[in-house]
């Protein structure tokens, strides 16, 4: 069993940067592929980005690829999403999640076994 706690949303202008993590709890959060997705006012949940439990593949939606970074620290049992040149239209509650030993199909929700509460992220224009 794992636990996730999202931080690092907030307010930013568009073309600036935040990061968000997502520490989870538990001995085995090297075991977790991790992933991040966004779910915006009035629409389905979206996913963003991925990484493998070992940590070798990432994934990015292609709305998000080239400005979003994936990062796992499995020491610090967390995982960090860096986005850079923010546009409004990224502007929703981002989520992290973890699949046991996931390594692909990541950016099915239905692979994930648990999810934070979410953290917002604002980005005005």
């Known amino acids: 069993q794992v636990q996730l706690v999202e931080s690092g949303g907030g307010l930013v202008q568009a073309g600036g940067s935040l990061r968000l993590s997502c520490a989870g709890s538990?001995?085995?959060?090297?075991?977790?592929?991790m992933g991040w997705f966004r779910q915006a006012p009035e629409k389905e949940r979206e996913f963003v980005s991925a990484?493998?439990?070992?940590?070798?593949?990432?994934y990015y939606a292609d709305s998000v690829k080239g400005r979003f970074t994936i990062s796992k620290d499995n020491a610090k049992n967390t995982v960090y999403l860096q986005m850079n040149s923010l546009k409004p239209e990224d502007t929703a509650v981002y989520y992290c999640?973890?699949?046991?030993?996931?390594?692909?199909?990541?950016?099915?929700?239905?692979?994930?076994?648990?999810w934070g509460q979410g953290t917002q992220v604002t980005v005005s224009s």
């Open positions: 999640a973890a699949d046991l030993y996931g390594s692909s199909r990541l950016e099915r929700e239905y692979e994930y076994d648990h």
């Open positions: 538990g001995r085995t959060f090297s075991h977790y592929a």
């Open positions: 990484i493998s439990w070992r940590g070798y593949r990432t």
